[in-house]
């Protein structure tokens, strides 16, 4: 069937630090893929996708690439700030239907 | 931009009750999509509609959900009775079509006493 694992949260990280979120999935035919960020209080909202191999989604200065051969979509962000603290979703899209992962929790201290 | 509005945003109520739920999606997206999400998990689709039309509600607990859009533009969610379980998020999300991103509401939060 179709699913979505990701990293297990919370990631902690000081202000301006790496981040990498990993998030590798399942799927029959072509999913396209997507990253979603949910505030508190808040619902999801639409970070970044890519819909075929070896496309590059960004945004926002977050960026994830579309890896058929190792079916992973890594969120990557080189210098997180505290206003990026949230829950980041990993979903894929196949037959027009969605599958999230269960999101990763992350927290910037300044 | 134009939002998904939900209402309410906050239900409490006791178990053995109804209680409904309302979602107007942004105009002109016909595809509509109710999920729950429970407390620090990702969402689960429980129905789909492309227009007035159900396209999938595998996931919907059909004793005691119920979902509908009757015109094809807002719709409601439904469950009677409340249990215990059923507490959690409940996010309303529409797409201009099955094949564009979602936009989501802010969702109702539901607890069940």
């Known amino acids: 069937g179709n699913s979505v694992t990701q990293m297990e949260g919370p990631v902690t990280l000081s202000e301006e630090a790496f981040l990498t979120i990993n998030c590798t999935y399942t799927?029959?035919?072509?999913?396209?893929l997507f990253w979603y960020v949910q505030y508190p209080g808040e619902g999801l909202q639409l970070l970044l996708k890519?819909?075929?191999?070896?496309d590059k989604g960004s945004n926002k200065g977050f960026e994830a690439t579309y890896r058929k051969e190792t079916t992973s979509f890594h969120l990557e962000k080189g210098s997180v700030q505290v206003s990026d603290s949230a829950v980041y979703f990993c979903?894929?899209?196949?037959?027009?239907?969605?599958?999230f992962g269960t999101g990763t929790r992350l927290k910037v201290l300044a | 931009e134009a939002e998904v509005a939900q209402s309410p945003r906050y239900k409490i109520t006791e178990k053995s009750q109804a209680v409904a739920f309302w979602c107007d999606p942004i105009?002109?997206?016909?595809?509509l999509y109710w999920y729950r999400q429970i407390l620090g998990q990702g969402p689960e689709l429980l129905v789909q509609?492309?227009?007035?039309?159900?396209?999938?509600d595998s996931q919907l607990p059909k004793d005691r959900f119920s979902a509908e859009r009757l015109k094809g533009v807002d719709s409601t969610l439904k469950i009677q009775p409340a249990e215990l379980g059923d507490s959690a998020m409940y996010l309303c999300?529409?797409?201009?079509?099955?094949?564009?991103?979602?936009?989501f509401g802010d969702g109702t939060r539901l607890s069940i006493l």
């Open positions: 979903a894929l899209r196949v037959t027009y239907k969605y599958i």
């Open positions: 509609f492309q227009d007035e039309s159900v396209v999938d």
């Open positions: 105009s002109g997206h016909a595809t």
């Open positions: 999300a529409s797409s201009l079509d099955g094949d564009q991103p979602q936009h």
């Open positions: 799927a029959t035919g072509y999913p396209s």
């Open positions: 890519a819909t075929k191999a070896d």
